[in-house]
């Protein structure tokens, strides 16, 4: 059972920083891993996504503002997120690229001045 704990979220102002981090357990650190956004009233989508070999992609809307990163060695997926706007308002989740095992509880990030 692969699970997830995500972190590093909180209420940060427009244009600020934050730095998510997502713990994973349960399994080999092998899979390619993402980072999913959902706001109020709308569906879960995909954020970043990153190869087990490193190689990223991201959602246009957070294209050159968000950069997503994985610790093999601390099994560990992280989420850098500059030049915040209000609507990346939402709560993020990690799982992995593909049919997600259950999901964490995710971290609630508020961008507002």
């Known amino acids: 059972q692969v699970q997830f704990v995500e972190s590093g979220g909180g209420l940060v102002q427009p244009g600020g920083s934050l730095r998510l981090s997502c713990a994973v357990s349960?399994?080999?650190?092998?899979?390619?891993m993402a980072w999913y956004r959902q706001a109020p009233g709308k569906q879960r989508g995909l954020v970043a996504r990153i190869t087990s070999g490193g190689s990223a992609n991201y959602a246009d809307s957070v294209k050159g503002r968000f950069t997503i990163s994985r610790d093999h060695a601390k099994n560990t997926v992280y989420l850098q997120m500059n030049s915040l706007k209000p609507e990346d308002t939402a709560v993020y989740y990690c799982?992995?690229?593909?049919?997600?095992?259950?999901w964490g509880q995710g971290t609630q990030v508020t961008v507002s001045s």
């Open positions: 799982n992995v690229v593909g049919v997600p095992f259950d």
């Open positions: 349960g399994s080999q650190f092998i899979y390619a």
